[in-house]
């Protein structure tokens, strides 16, 4: 089937299969690597995107319910003049470790300041709760939400 996507501000068109998962489309058809794919069960989060700026498990999502919307990835976070500060928080508070998780997480926290600000510890525990790191413990990604919220993105 034929489909168009908006993705990080450009619109691609590709013939997929019908079957094709998100982030398969969005790994092997656009080489969007950021995303990654985890556990095939939606049960780790690494693979959060945004679907019409809502977070959805891109690893549960068909190539083809995204067909005329708009998909935001990781990669779609920098606004071409640094980094988002939810990427910012992550690197100076130590948030990740192996990385595996943080794309998700990133995309998770990045939608959270969106709709809250200012949010607390135990604001983003619950928002990033469907998502899995089996590295940091928490902590520190904890802390670089908190860090971005205290650094928020200034105007284009």
Known sequence: ?????????????????????LIHFLRDELGLTGSHWGCDTSNCGACVVWLDEVPVKSCTVLAAMADGHRV????GLADGTGLDPVQ????ACHGLQCGFCTPGMMMTARWLLNHNPSP????????ISGQ?????????IVRAVLWASDHPRRPA
């Open 72 to 75: 935001t990835t990781v990669e």
């Open 132 to 140: 899995v790191c089996r590295c940091t413990g928490y902590e520190n």
């Open 1 to 21: 089937m034929r489909l168009t996507v908006y993705v990080n501000g450009a619109d691609y068109t590709r013939d997929v299969e019908p079957r094709l998962l």
């Open 88 to 91: 910012q928080g992550f690197a």
């Open 120 to 127: 607390t510890a135990a604001q983003i525990r619950e928002a």
